[in-house]
């Protein structure tokens, strides 16, 4: 019904920048928020940031001033900016949404996760 596709992850150096991008397809009337999640090895999945569609955003600490989350309803696509990466930024990203499909039903939907590893 609908679907999440990541891409934008992959191998960087600390102090260097990446940028995830994640498109929702399929039977979508409106989505209210997407946002980004991230796994590290051995933790649990943590929320890194989230946007609504009115523009409003939230971010965890450990990300706030060099991470910045955006996006473009007409594309329904979702856009994370990671600048000063940091060893410890280094999981899988997984995107997520809350969408509102043609049966008016609401769900909450994941994509399939991104690796980032940040290393010399």
């Known amino acids: 019904q609908v679907q999440l596709v990541e891409s934008g992850g992959g191998l960087v150096q600390p102090g260097g920048s990446l940028r995830l991008s994640c498109a929702a397809s399929?039977?979508?009337?409106?989505?209210?928020?997407m946002g980004w999640y991230r796994q590290a090895p051995g933790k649990e999945r943590e929320l890194v940031a989230r946007?609504?569609?009115?523009?409003?955003?939230n971010y965890a600490d450990s990300v706030k001033g060099r991470f910045t989350i955006s996006r473009d309803n007409a594309k329904n696509t979702v856009y994370l900016q990671m600048n000063s990466l940091k060893p410890e930024d280094t999981a899988v990203y997984y995107c997520?949404?809350?969408?509102?499909?043609?049966?008016?039903?609401?769900?909450?939907?994941w994509g399939q996760g991104t690796l980032v590893t940040v290393s010399s």
């Open positions: 997520n949404a809350m969408v509102r499909i043609i049966t008016g039903r609401i769900l909450e939907v």
């Open positions: 399929g039977s979508i009337i409106s989505i209210n928020y």
């Open positions: 946007i609504t569609s009115g523009g409003s955003t």
